[in-house]
């Protein structure tokens, strides 16, 4: 597998010639090479992660392919053909093995509803759990996403979320609210909760790559 990170929350996962997106949204550059995407999952309905102009520019490369996503993202993006999925649901598509998890977003502020979420478990994988810290449970986790930086993310919770994760190798995501110092913080942070589980710890920039 080969996971590629760009900008934001947005990840290019390719597997035996196909490709998968997640969540590309309004801080992600115009994505490119699209001619073997199979699939794209969007965890939730923040414009963040999944916009139009993204979803169409990959319908043009690839058309007919299924979204993957809420219901609330399925009304928000009523001029594409959304599948609905849920926590609990597993669904193949072309050489991808997709389980979901979770079910809402991290509380931002009590003033503001959570919507739905959900975390993606790839091919037994990698597992990437939008914006939540959701668990997945009796599932031993090789690659997590972790989210390091947003509105709604204690530094500590984050960490707390990686160690009960215990995943054998991490990189962060969903940063573009960091600065470079608060971005480095926080990727020492989390790349010793990961190493407490034996685990290593990538720091990916948008363009970087982990293989394997």
Known sequence: MRITRHEHAALRVEHAGRTLI??????????????DVVAVVITHEHPDHWTTEHLDRILRAAPGIPIL????????AAD???TVVQPGDAVSVDGFELRFFGGEHAVIHESMPRVENLGVLVNDELYYPGDSYAIPEDVEVNTLAAPIGAP??????AMDFVLAVAPRRCFGTHDM??????????????QWATEQGGGTFSA???GDVLEG
């Not at 960091?178 to 913080?185: D, E, N, V």
């Open 152 to 157: 709604w993310l204690k530094i500590g919770e």
């Open 177 to 190: 609210t960091l600065s470079s110092i608060g971005l480095a913080m926080h990727r020492q942070r989390l």
């Open 22 to 35: 997640i969540d590309p949204g309004t801080f992600t550059a115009a994505l490119t090479d699209l001619g």
């Open 69 to 76: 996503s809420t219901a609330h993202v399925a009304v928000a």
């Open 80 to 82: 594409h053909d959304v």
């Open 204 to 206: 990916l920039d948008p």
